[in-house]
């Protein structure tokens, strides 16, 4: 029902009043908090930092934005949820939102979307209404409730019919970051957002499914439904890049979750500033698995089987502790497997432990403290420098790709020559600060580090764009989820590095979460019909066993190929998209990025870079094809096909760079061209 025509008794007007009453009560929980008075509770300064710090976290939390419904649904139970379902027990009614407000005697007035009670107004249906017997939708403009919409699913007289508000929403023109889409969760998307903790999920998911959206609302569930052992834990969000990260991490607090870290796998490995880049070839084989080998090999080279005893000192007694009983202990920790580092700082205890055994035998007493004197001792520590020096990982790292010898010889077996020729530096480089590193090697030695110093583990990880990391990489990220749990994020068709993920379980075991239920997304919520169906046409060339995305929109927006013979014609698209309403991207080969700031300039058209905020005045993007996957627009100019393919190192990474920009649009594509569009679009 559309709520612009209004019963007698103006239901409208009672839902309004009631969004009024919430505000009201969400402002009141925010001035309680405000007005929390601690000098009382504390009992030193630290404490009183920490617990202001939590404090303002709430009042962050409770923060009203006008812009966003405090609840966007109404569920009315046949019998109250949790009850028993007797023949006329009372139903109850509950608002849906973002987050749980209550008034001043604790009855809650909008519940949260995690909670289990609203769970049915994203899966109850006419088969299945889970005792629901009305679902109302909430249409608004900007943050002023307009409309509304009712779905009696158990009545079986009423059909089952599409919701409007849950399209317009879906279709809603964007300008700015991303928006969360707690509103327009879909069940196949809410069965993944609402997975337990304990268990990994990989989502693959083609453009415009939704897989980001429900990777954060995930975390949001998690942080709600296992608040207390992932505020201990913590939790992780890892994307592409920077401008990916700027355009979602709104989604985030608007949903009232403030506590989880945002990073690139670059910002994970920094160890080393990055000065150098990498060939294709050279940047493949240092992210080949096989390295994490290489790298253990040269490591444990470091450890040598001594040669002479150790002679502790004490008093007037000199205990002599013999070298085939250090190559034992030595052999021992070896067995153990456990970190290079935790191994060297065991090893002057267990000799310390030996010299002990003598002294007790000798009919002395000695305890822990004596202990802890002789693994001090200098013959202990100098025997534990010989066997087991310290090594630092960058160093280690820099040998390796600096020595040819030293690199065959723990490559051997796993490297052939030339693969070998391909990491090797043309000029060793001095020290640790002088070297040129390049990504890839900041990952090498955050593996080495890890073979020396176990990496902390995180309680929940989210990667996204998953299908372009490296083995080496995903290794990376799995170190920071050992004993935590993951999502991954990703489209196999949508892998633009030259190592992209072939399939998800090869790379799930790299991760460290071999067991990672893998889902797939079908459904498309955000490409136009006519926009995806073009795309696919490259799907059997990039990534053939993927089904394609069917598009669910009720409009399908609009799609044009134009011939452009120079860079007014560009510019004239971008005119014509401009008068539109919505957000405008203009995605282009890099190579070609310089000419078409020129003709923007000469033209007066005002634009911005990916990650700055778009605004009514400046609503036009100027993409790098390279930075376009993970980003939405309205509305999308694609400059020249073929110049995007070339631009990349092979066919099959430019054919898959260029799905990512033809699939950007939310309502249209226009494509403009000089050169001739390649094959595998005709």
Excluded at 222 to 241: F, K, S
Excluded at 295 to 319: D, F, I, K, N, Q
Excluded at 676 to 681: D, F, G, M
Aim: aromatic letters at 6%; a negative charge.
């Amino acid at each position: 029902m559309d709520g612009t025509t209004t019963p007698a008794d103006d239901p409208l007007a009672r839902e309004r009043s009631h969004l009024t009453a919430s505000r009201a009560a969400l402002r009141a929980m925010r001035e309680d908090v405000e007005a929390l008075d601690i000098r009382d509770v504390t009992a030193n300064w630290v404490n009183a930092a920490v617990l202001q710090h939590q404090i303002d976290e709430r009042i962050k939390a409770l923060a009203d934005l006008s812009d966003t419904p405090l609840f966007f649904g109404r569920l009315d139970y046949l019998h109250a949820p949790g009850a028993e379902q007797a023949e006329g027990a009372e139903g109850e009614g509950f608002y849906i939102g973002r987050r749980h407000v209550h008034d001043a005697d604790g009855d809650p007035m909008v519940i949260d979307w995690r909670a289990p009670v609203s769970q049915p107004f994203y899966r109850a249906s006419k088969k299945d209404p889970m005792d629901v017997g009305l679902r109302r939708r909430f249409g608004y403009t900007g943050g002023d409730l307009t409309a509304y919409e009712d779905e009696h699913l158990s009545d079986p007289a009423e059909a089952a019919t599409t919701s409007k508000l849950l399209q317009q929403e879906i279709e809603r023109p964007r300008v700015g970051p991303m928006r969360d889409i707690v509103a327009t969760i879909q069940p196949e998307q809410d069965e993944i957002v609402r997975s337990g903790l304990s268990g990994s999920v990989c989502v693959q998911g083609g453009p415009g499914t939704g897989k980001t959206a429900v990777g954060l609302h995930r975390v949001a569930y998690l942080l709600y439904a296992h608040r207390e052992r992932l505020a201990r834990t913590g939790t992780l969000v890892v994307g592409p890049n920077r401008s990916f990260l700027h355009y979602i991490e709104q989604v985030l607090p608007a949903l009232g979750e403030l506590a989880v870290a945002q990073a690139t796998v670059d910002d994970l490995v920094a160890h080393v500033e990055v000065r150098g880049t990498d060939d294709a070839t050279a940047a493949t084989v240092k992210g080949d698995a096989r390295m994490a080998e290489v790298l253990r090999r040269a490591l444990y080279s470091h450890v040598t089987m001594p040669a002479e005893p150790v002679v502790v000192v004490r008093g007037s007694r000199r205990w002599r502790v013999p070298a085939y009983e250090i190559e034992e202990i030595v052999r021992q920790l070896l067995d153990r497997d456990i970190r290079y580092g935790a191994a060297r700082e065991a090893l002057p205890q267990r000799i310390a432990h030996a010299v002990l055994v003598q002294m007790e035998r000798a009919g002395e007493a000695p305890d822990d403290r004596v202990q802890d004197a002789v693994a001090r001792n200098a013959a202990v520590k100098a025997a534990v420098k010989a066997v087991w020096p310290a090594v630092d990982p960058a160093k280690l790292v820099l040998r390796l790709l600096g020595d040819a010898e030293f690199l065959a010889e723990h490559a051997e077996g796993l490297l052939d020559e030339q693969e070998q020729k391909a990491v090797l530096w043309a000029k060793p480089a001095r020290s640790v600060k002088s070297a040129k590193w390049s990504a890839a090697d900041t990952v090498l030695i955050d593996e080495a580090a890890d073979l020396v110093r176990r990496t902390p583990s995180l309680g929940h990880v989210v990667l996204d764009e998953a299908q372009d990391l490296s083995p080496m990489q995903y290794r990376a990220v799995g170190r920071r989820c050992t004993t935590g749990s993951a999502t991954v994020l990703g489209d196999l068709a949508q892998g633009t590095t030259p190592w992209a993920t072939r399939g998800w379980e090869e790379a799930l075991a790299h991760l460290g979460k071999p067991d990672a239920v893998v889902e797939e997304l079908t459904a498309g919520f955000r490409v136009p019909t006519d926009v995806i169906t073009y795309a696919s046409r490259l799907l059997p060339h990039i990534a053939p066993g993927l089904t394609p995305v069917a598009s669910i929109r009720e409009n399908p927006g609009f799609f044009e190929v134009r011939g452009a013979s120079d860079p007014d014609d560009v510019i004239a698209a971008c005119r014509e998209l401009l008068t539109r309403e919505g957000s405008v991207g203009l995605i282009a080969a890099d190579p070609r990025i310089p000419d078409l700031t020129e003709a923007l300039a000469a033209a007066g058209l005002p634009y911005v870079s990916p990650g700055e905020e778009t605004t009514q005045s400046t609503r036009l993007t100027l993409v790098p094809a390279s930075l376009a996957k993970g980003l939405e627009y309205d509305y999308v100019l694609l400059d020249e096909p073929r110049a995007i393919v070339e631009a990349e190192p092979d066919e099959r990474t430019g054919l898959r760079r260029l799905y990512v920009t033809l699939t950007r649009a939310v309502s249209g594509l226009i494509i403009t061209h000089a050169a001739p569009l390649p094959t595998q679009l005709t």
